[in-house]
């Protein structure tokens, strides 16, 4: 007797809730006999192919998604799946391509934003990485995978400072995140390790280890690609136009507060009135600078990330 669809919806719905339950042999078997009556159940398609990502069974995996695409090309999500098995599986330059498909199905996935960071990073492409990781955060500022694998992208180009705050919000948000945790103690020992090498006394250059460095630098360099380069644009261009909107909100905040309150007290204090009349401007000021503050290190966090891209760059042109 066929069943209807409310019946495989409820097959599926056993499926999931199999899975909640860990019990990953009996959802499968779930899955199975809704594809055995449908094979063309996209529900069943898609949470077969996350079983098998599971099992390790990539191969299989990526068929159940490739066969979702063919039923609803314009699907987002089974490329975002394909893109992050290709990771598993250290296809990272396939699964850069991939997962570019998908985004140009869906520009606002933070999913498949992170997943290109860890294809750009396993690909060596660290500015590209951040660039992604940032992405995924803008889309999705609770992603704490996101913090935490941009913070291990920026430590390995150096900057142990931004990898720290990084790590801390991912911790923020997940307290328990044992990889945001290890991340945040090699952060802090590489800022140790820096404040350690820094001396009072001056000291002449070493010209050796200077030429090594240069041969090194020479030996690592290498051209660009096409796709390199549009991206390395578009990262200078979103990080400019981030800059000169946080400069004017910050400039907007100087005219239309910060000064206006100066003014006001410095009037009330000239004109030696007790403190309990100019207590409360005094209070508005310093909420006032206080914001101040935080939005030149906005302005100035903003201005050392794109020093870091452009250096970045500069090394592997």
Do not use: C
């Not at 009556?37 to 390790?56: R, T, Y």
């Not at 909420?287 to 760059?313: A, C, G, R």
Request: net charge neutral; proline share 3%; no cysteine.
């Amino acid at each position: 007797m066929p069943r209807t669809n409310e019946q495989l919806d409820d097959l599926v719905q056993q499926a999931r809730a199999a899975i909640k339950q860990r019990q990953f042999t009996q959802a499968i078997k779930f899955y199975e006999e809704v594809l055995a009556l449908d094979e063309q159940n996209v529900p069943a398609l898609e949470g077969l192919g996350a079983m098998l990502f599971l099992m390790k069974e990539y191969d299989q995996a990526i068929e159940r998604f490739r066969k979702v695409i063919r039923i609803d090309p314009r699907k987002a999500d089974p490329l975002i799946n394909i893109g992050a098995i290709q990771n598993k599986k250290g296809e990272f330059a396939e699964a850069i391509k991939t997962l570019r498909q998908a985004l140009a199905k869906d520009r606002r996935s933070a999913t498949a934003y992170y997943n290109l960071g860890i294809a750009h990073r396993g690909a060596k492409q660290l500015s590209m990485a951040i660039s992604a990781y940032k992405e995924a955060i803008r889309l999705d500022p609770e992603m704490a995978e996101a913090y935490s694998n941009l913070g291990n992208a920026l430590l390995e180009m150096g900057n142990h400072t931004q990898a720290e705050l990084n790590f801390r919000r991912a911790l923020e948000l997940k307290p328990k995140f044992e990889r945001a945790k290890q991340g945040l103690l090699r952060a802090q020992n590489r800022s140790d390790e820096v404040k350690k090498s820094i001396s009072p006394f001056g000291r002449l250059v070493d010209t050796d280890e200077l030429d090594k460095k240069e041969r090194l630098d020479q030996s690592t360099m290498r051209e660009l690609s096409p796709q390199e380069r549009f991206d390395d644009r578009s990262t200078v261009h979103r990080q400019a136009k981030e800059s000169e909107k946080r400069a004017a909100v910050l400039l907007n905040h100087l005219r239309d507060e910060v000064a206006p309150s100066l003014l006001k007290l410095a009037r009330l204090l000239s004109e030696d009135k007790p403190p309990q009349s100019w207590a409360k401007d005094a209070e508005q000021l310093k909420e006032s600078t206080e914001k101040f503050e935080v939005l030149m290190k906005l302005v100035s966090q903003t201005m050392d990330e794109l020093k870091v891209h452009e250096e970045t760059m500069r090394k592997l042109d």
